[in-house]
């Protein structure tokens, strides 16, 4: 099997993942930031809790609408133009937050700002198939994942330090807080433009030699991966779905807690969000920042995919259901450490999932449709949390049912059938010529 020099990979990697990361940080803290601004947002415009909770997911209805034909277009037209295009409208819907004073204006602006944003992960994730091999994407997807917890450690105080703003020039400190971050977004956008290559042939960065070399590698892993069929075959194949439905479950987790996360630290700091809040809330991505290097490099290093992915997300669930049930403001953000780190790390693992058995344009279409299953689960987090809670009358309610289907997640991945070598005639999902990677 052909093999790139460790010198390339890196050169690749130099180059490539540190602007991608300052993307995902983008996206994070411009899809999340409502969290920092619920108090100060719902205290201003008297939006009820309810309302607060239906707009935060309705991001991700508009953000999966679009998100299969979105892949599509970048496939077809490239990352360069597609991706500024992205971070560039989404930029300027966010911005635009900061004149959502009526529920109905609310409920659009965050509808809007998933229509923009759609496309913009699932066209990451095509994007490293086109520049790295099997073998090596667990790791660069993984350095990828820095994005959500960099995006807390760094923009957790920048949120509370805009907060701190408030009556600066007649605005609200929750108004700067969305004016400045969603311009950051588009400033980034614009340099994408200039910045990224569409596919290593494209890279004058690259000698002509190393060209030839990565594409090489990367053309004779395509050959191995199974004939698709038409696109709505390849979206209805039973691997594909069974992934979708596992993503629902491990995004529901995730913006389960991260929308809620800063209101969750106040009441364990007993304040309001502000600087402290937002100096504590980096915390845990402190630790999910470690874990999201660590994990996915020693699930390539041993190939238990699989086992490692379930394991991530069964500590994720427990720190999830610990972090309420422990009255300690340490234990309760220690617990909080873990559940971040869970559900952050186990990510870059299972987007090898899908690599390793599609490639090009169903590649395009199925990862977009698992990340689309995946912001609905974003949707009716907060939706199905803020119902357990007036259910069962309790604020912790909320976050034990987010920890059970967590755990569920975890149990599903073990499901996933390991890839064998690809088969002369029928191909079957999850075929790869690298059979371990997913055991």
Request: glycine share 10%; charged share 10%; with cysteine.
């Amino acid at each position: 099997m052909n093999t790139l020099p460790a010198s390339l990979l890196a050169k690749v990697s130099w180059r490539l993942l540190p602007f991608l990361l300052l993307m995902y940080i983008m996206a994070f803290l411009d899809r999340a930031n409502v969290g920092f601004a619920k108090q100060a947002f719902q205290a201003d415009t008297g939006i009820s809790d309810a309302a607060f909770a239906f707009g935060a997911g309705v991001f991700f209805a508009g953000y999966a609408l679009l998100e299969v034909p979105s892949n599509l277009i970048m496939h077809r037209i490239g990352a360069r133009l597609w991706m500024c295009r992205i971070m560039v409208t989404w930029g300027l819907v966010s911005a635009a937050m900061m004149f959502a004073h009526t529920e109905t204006s609310f409920y659009v602006l965050r509808f809007l700002l998933g229509v923009a944003e759609a496309g913009f992960f699932p066209g990451v994730i095509l994007y490293l198939t086109y520049w790295f091999p099997s073998a090596a994407r667990g790791k660069a997807m993984g350095f990828f994942y820095f994005g959500a917890p960099l995006a807390f450690i760094f923009g957790s105080p920048l949120s509370g330090l805009l907060l701190e703003l408030d009556g600066l020039l007649g605005a609200h400190g929750w108004q700067w807080l969305f004016a400045v971050e969603g311009l950051m977004a588009t400033a980034v956008g614009i340099w994408a433009y200039f910045y990224l290559d569409n596919r290593p042939k494209d890279a004058k960065w690259l000698t002509a030699d190393e060209r030839h070399q990565l594409q090489a590698v990367l053309d004779a892993e395509d050959s191995q991966k199974q004939a698709h069929g038409s696109l709505l075959k390849v979206l209805s194949q039973p691997a594909v779905l069974y992934l979708c439905g596992i993503y629902l479950l491990i995004q529901a987790s995730v913006y389960g807690v991260v929308f809620y996360l800063p209101t969750q630290v106040a009441g364990l700091l007993g304040t309001k969000v502000g600087l402290l809040v937002g100096v504590v809330s980096a915390l845990p991505w402190l630790c999910a920042l470690f874990a999201a290097w660590k994990i996915p490099a020693l699930a390539d290093r041993t190939g238990r995919r699989r086992t490692v992915a379930s394991v991530t997300l069964v500590v994720s669930g427990l720190g999830i259901a610990a972090s309420v049930t422990f009255a300690s403001p340490l234990l309760g953000i220690l617990a909080l450490c873990f559940a971040a780190s869970g559900f952050i790390a186990v990510q870059p693992v299972f987007w090898t999932f899908p690599g390793s058995f599609l490639a090009g344009s169903a590649a395009a279409g199925a990862i977009a449709l698992i990340n689309s299953f995946g912001a609905l689960g974003g949707f009716i987090a907060p939706i199905i949390k803020n119902a357990a809670e007036g259910l069962f009358h309790s604020p912790a309610a909320g976050l034990y049912l987010l920890a059970v289907t967590t755990l569920i997640a975890a149990a599903l991945i073990m499901g996933i059938r390991p890839p064998r070598q690809r088969p002369a005639a029928k191909p079957s999902p999850f075929t790869t010529a690298n059979s371990r990677n997913l055991s």
